[in-house]
């Protein structure tokens, strides 16, 4: 059984935003604009091919912010969506929600006056670049920031209690009862300060 953890959700007019069906948005409209130029967008995309990562179990959503620079356009994000997790307690399959921001700079590939190619300064090497149809592509760093955000101990609960040690039964099911278990001879120690006896 999958276990689905609770979010918090909340709604806002979107009358005015627009909804892209994916992680490539045309900007060609805001580069024609001057700098300080700020564009919001609502997303709402489908879930990504996470490759060797957990699996999506609902799309990309949130609001994608767009600032027109005097070089290109700074994109910051607050994104949420679900991972395919397992319980680091008792390994129940659970649904998780996770919330990851994007803060890039993007830099056009040509100028969009003239249509020249845009060189790249040496220290903008690794930049997002914007494509030649001035299209900004998130999928690869939505991608990372989902990776990035999977939790290191996912819980199903805050209070799991896991799986017992002895038979590995999940202990948030209905109690169960073990016989008593000859101790290992190397412990015989231990239980003697603890004040138990085998007469007891």
Same mark, same amino acid.
């Given at each position: 059984m +999958? &276990?689905?953890?609770?979010t +918090? +959700?909340?709604n806002?007019?979107?009358?005015s935003?627009?909804?892209p ?33 957990p %699996?999506?179990?609902?799309g990309?959503?949130?609001?994608l912010?767009l ?6 356009l700074i994109a ?5 969506t679900?991972l ?13 929600p996770?919330e ?5 700079? %993007?830099l ?6 003239t ?8 220290d903008?090497s ?11 592509n ?6 990372d ?9 996912p819980?199903? &609960?805050?209070?799991?209690?896991g799986l017992c040690?002895v038979?590995?039964?999940?202990l ?17 120690g231990?239980?003697?300060l603890?004040? +138990?006896?085998?007469r007891?």
């Open positions: +999958t &276990r689905e953890i609770p +918090t +959700t909340w806002r007019t979107q009358s935003l627009s909804e069906d994916e992680l490539i948005f045309n900007v060609g409209g805001l580069l024609s604009e001057p700098a300080g130029v700020v564009e919001e967008l609502f997303v709402d995309a489908p879930p990504l091919n996470l490759e060797d990562g %699996a999506q179990m609902r990309v959503t949130g609001e912010h600032s027109r620079t005097n070089r290109g910051r994000a607050t994104l949420s679900a395919r997790l397992s319980c680091s307690r008792c390994l129940t399959d659970i649904i998780y996770v990851f921001k994007v803060d890039e700079e %993007a056009p590939s040509i100028d969009f006056a249509g020249a190619p845009v060189a790249l300064e040496e903008d690794d930049m997002l670049r914007l494509s030649n149809h001035h299209e900004l998130l999928n690869s760093v939505v991608r920031a989902i990776v990035l955000s999977e939790p290191i101990a819980l199903c &609960r805050e209070d799991c209690p040690v038979c590995g039964y999940e948030a099911g209905e109690p169960h009862y073990h016989a008593d278990q000859d101790i290992d001879p190397r412990l015989e231990l239980r003697g603890l004040g +138990t006896s085998d007891e």
